[in-house]
């Protein structure tokens, strides 16, 4: 316990020096180091060598606009003149938290959500909000048809009497499966007290914590997780602009967007010399900086040219640049009008942007203009390495994918309607999703519609073919076919 | 527009500078860099940074011939002593390229194709050709077979009073999926105006574009695309030599190279330790540069050892230390004698190196006395590191796994016969790989005895066991002799 | 000739230099180099940027306890002094190597094993042995279950008289998968003489070579293999704290470890930023040498906070900080005791460690208290970056993974069950893998099920939901459940 008290007395001593030409430590955080240099020496390291410990928002805000990382120009007083460490974030807007708590005398909260962020990253928080992703607990929760997949994907089914029954999920189930990439609600359910190296001392119960969904909802009614992308507490760009973080919910078969970068030319130029690139620059410089785009550089970074042109503005709104929804739901369609699909319909009564059978329901929907705007955004962060002939021969491939996978789905359709008309499965208004055939009927657009799609958009090639891709989209059709064959003689056999 | 001029002037001045001391930039390359560094500024500094714009042929020549890159001995004076810049390449051949366009004063063409490359890498070229790679594109395409195999890949299937029908692929699709490795025939379809920052522009419309497939067919009649594997303006050793090369193309579960190599002890030590290694040395010292191989090391490169005692020569034909083609079409079998395999033809008639059997047939494919040959070639890549010992024992299980899996491939097409026989599919002459059980008998061999051969020919266990390996094999065989046995008495109780 | 006999006496001079500091090279090694150095070059080099060949044990065992790597504290005397060479690891224990072979005056043995590790590494060889992975050959070859599944996993299947028959796997086959991983037993056929460059040569036949398999049984009957983590020549720390050592056996659909560790946050921390870390510090700081865990981090490494606290001491015995043995036998269970598991035998006779209900065979396996110390110890890990509610929170996931995961496979055995009584399946006595709905059963607990605790444990979201996760779970069991009807009904039919 000595060495302890000496360690951090060291401590102190060294972070006070550490940061003295930038900014000062608040008396706050320096409170909190004392302790948690010991007791959590993982993260208090990575801060130390983040930004966040090396600079105060005051100093931030004398860069040039186009090198400046926070978006607001004023900074509250009381945080302005201090590096951003522990206390300014988990003290920040403490009445706002249900999980505020009273800690050595501190307001302390424990999750740190975009309302906080958004102090100084205001215009990020409001972009962000934007994404469908932000509302990824909501509009997936919300809306029935999404809940009776979640229901019979996660289930667990069991045997009684003889019979598959589904119960319903457990809340660790959903936190641990869907839920852990849309995120979680979190709840606070009181106080617990605990026995701690430093004697007792309580501490909130939460419910549907850890989680860093992209959509979760926070203690403070906030959506959404900053740390979902720049994790933890080195907040680190290099991270976030590194596919794997993308690839924490976007590499599995119903997205398998890394996998098809993997296998892309810009993947193999990346995964081969990205080693020496600067993940950390600001403004991010095409060629200088980086040789072959990531997920950030097409989706979100501030990218220029060596003399300082944007090529493309930074946006935490990633659907600026992105005219079609790839993923099936179950056909590809326009981008949705707003981030909140809560409210989406289509005629039959169904909660989704498109009908049973494609075609779109275009009042919730971007406008063909519209998506012609976000298209040239697009293209132009192609055409600082490629030529518009190359560029509109990848785009062209890319509407004809959307198309016939499009096509191939409304084909399992077909199928999957003469089953419920003749009665070989049971279909609306009950479950779609829990017989046979609606499985395989499932798999045509989530797994394989959707990797054709996104081997398409990003140039993965056997994600198109015999992985995942149009092989199987074939195969499955002919299984569909099969199977109601089989199923439709049974049933003329027993007449 | 005042600042993008400055800025051009100030480009050329850099890059007249920087290059100086091996070769100077050619007046054609500059008139190109002085619109294109801010036109395409992300490939112009990759060229920046690659060997090209920093050595002239002349010079390039100087160097000891262990250590050389180029294999001609005498260059065109023209571009002798300049370094090789976008002229040099994009202007080369130019009578010789359909997609020649008048540009600024110049005839360039769009596609530098191994015929312009050859000006300095002739053998390079030369053996290239050599490989089946190299006709991926013209194989393919003139096989009736594996164009029936294309299109019911590919489909699209579509629902026609009440049945499936495979509509022909889009061309869009085929560039898409399997003409992205194999590379697209290339059609010039004239001119067309286009509004630039620089004014009213024509440029050669493209059909088949944008694709670096390895058995491309350019608009001068050359057949490959060295930007398959080097890809783009870096020209790199480092990324060619590099495992995500290659895995653009051979990751998928028709041939799992990549992923095998992953979990490979070679793949490990790669992925642990190579970020030290030294993937730009020519010649590439083996235990110096690198500790463990890669793709480039077994298969292409100039590998010695401190002394510069050649241990494997720099070969461009990839096959000549590959004995046997592992890739089963339908089984495994003495690699080809000849790249264009357009000629060859099995006793059924059917275009295939082996009988439905799987007995080969010899008089396409290379003796037993040139296997033993290739074999010894490639066991001296292993020796560097191996025993003898150990090195026969991987040959023996690679051996055994050809044999075996070919077995099984047969089991499956022995239950094929049976099934055409017995009238419960209809085989040949239609299609083969239209129906349910043409589907399983196709994955029995393109996936799992593919995966099991290359997992033992690279020592990557578990695709040579549960994943994608003789699990399947198995599984697969008792799924098609249950569809079988299902089929056979459905038929008889018609009776 | 006289270039190598040149190169050798260069090569010997160069490496007494090199190695004059902390260790001279052994007579005995330099001998060994003599040839070796251009024999099998690649190897030479590796162990020349290795630690042993840089200090000698005498040296090493002078660094303070937290810093050594050798956990002996007395050297035989002909070894302390001089650097750990070819001959120190080849040569030693040699009466007791039945691969033991008279080489240039020397007696040396081919496959250097955990006993002779031990001479230096003590503690890390007992502990070894406490592994299951340690008897990974021996559980796996005395359990006629196991043996089953071997045997209709590998096939090969054959068609006899028009019925699928499975052939016994051949040596070589069961090499170059299950016993890739479990080791193979290595036997010593003779010795054979060779022609080699330096004169004709006599070397020991090996069967059941090459293998580095974690549980083979080596010449000088011990278990084990060093090399599986620490591959040849390098012994490097480095490479063993990479998560791509595991991923060699832990990457397929029965072990998805690696993929889950992918997708995890530590995972994409890990690949975005570990290029930085330093994998060679002993101990290992968090925060300072590395920010996001590895597998080694949390399984085996030695963990220190900044100022030498022991977060974690190192163990080879992995099972130390592991209370569930997660991986389905059928069922995830309490881990088993001892290492050896072939004593252990349910209630029916079967040789695993839970009934086929699920129930655990409690007497093979570790006490509930037990299983509260080994899940302390690692939640200490844990508790270096996250607090006690988070850790808490993850926990509670895994157990209720396990719970719910453990149901479905108890919900597939119900299915087998019925299938087995109604006699449409035969299960047992006979083999219980070999039968369409067996077959299914497998994949219930070896694919999927594992697949959901294991993403569970490290948090990779869509391993545990549509990547073999739950998904697989649901449908699979519907799957069964319809082949059972439609058997069921054939037979009805009949009568």
């Not at 994907?153 to 069991?158: A, D, E, M, R, Y």
């Not at 208004?429 to 958009?457: C, G, H």
């Amino acid at each position: 316990m000595k060495k302890k008290v000496l360690s951090i007395i060291l401590c102190c001593f060294l972070l006070a020096g550490t940061s003295s030409l930038a900014g000062q430590i608040s008396d706050a955080t320096k409170s909190c180091l004392s302790c948690h240099s010991s007791v959590t020496p993982g993260i208090v390291c990575s801060w130390k060598e983040s930004i966040h410990s090396q600079i105060s928002p005051a100093e931030a805000l004398k860069k040039k606009l186009l090198l400046r990382k926070i978006s607001v120009t004023k900074i509250p007083k009381d945080i302005a003149n201090v590096v951003v460490g522990c206390a300014e974030c988990h003290t920040a807007n403490h009445n706002a938290h249900q999980d505020t708590f009273e800690h050595n005398g501190f307001n302390v909260h424990v999750i740190v959500t975009p309302k906080d962020c958004a102090i100084c990253h205001l215009t990020e928080v409001k972009e962000y909000n934007k994404n469908l992703m932000s509302k990824a607990y909501r509009n997936f929760k919300k809306n029935p048809l999404y809940h009776d997949l979640e229901n019979t994907s996660l289930g667990p089914q069991v045997v009684k009497e003889g019979k598959l029954i589904y119960e319903k999920p457990h809340s660790e189930t959903q936190a641990d499966s869907c839920l852990f990439c849309h995120g979680t609600r979190i709840r606070v359910k009181g106080l617990k007290a605990k026995e701690t190296e430093f004697g007792e001392m309580k501490f909130p119960v939460l419910k549907g914590w850890p989680n860093q969904g992209t959509g979760r909802v926070n203690p403070d009614g906030s959506e959404g997780s900053c740390t979902s992308c720049h994790p933890r507490h080195s907040f680190s760009l290099e991270v976030a602009r590194k596919p794997y973080t993308c690839a924490e919910c976007h590499k599995g078969p119903d997205v398998p967007a890394y996998k098809i970068y993997m296998v892309s030319k810009h993947g193999n130029i990346y995964f081969s010399q990205g080693k020496g690139w600067d993940f950390k620059a600001v403004p991010w410089i095409v060629g200088k900086d980086f040789k072959a785009p990531t997920c950030a550089t097409c989706h979100i970074s501030l990218i220029v040219d060596e003399e300082n042109n944007i090529i493309a503005k930074r946006t935490h709104q990633m659907n600026d640049r992105i005219a079609w929804r790839l993923f099936g739901l179950i056909y590809a369609h326009p981008h949705p009008k707003e981030a909140d699909t809560t409210k989406i319909k289509n005629k039959a009564g169904l909660h989704l942007p498109t009908e049973l059978t494609g075609e779109p329901v275009s009042k919730f929907l971007i406008s063909a203009k519209e998506m012609k705007y976000r298209t040239a955004d697009m293209k132009k962060v192609c055409l600082a390495c490629h030529t518009t002939g190359w560029v509109e021969g990848h785009f062209a491939r890319m509407e004809k994918s959307i198309e016939t996978a499009n096509k191939q789905t409304f084909a399992a359709t077909q199928i999957l309607l003469k089953a419920w008309k003749m009665k070989v499965a049971k279909g609306l208004p009950s479950s779609i999703f829990d017989e046979a055939i609606e499985k395989m009927w499932v798999e045509q657009w989530l797994f394989y519609a959707n990797s054709v799609r996104f081997a398409s958009a990003m140039s993965g090639a056997d994600y198109g073919a015999f992985a995942n891709g149009r092989w199987y989209l074939n195969k499955n059709l002919q299984q569909m076919s099969d199977w109601l064959k089989l199923k439709l003689k049974a049933e003329e056999s027993k007449k």
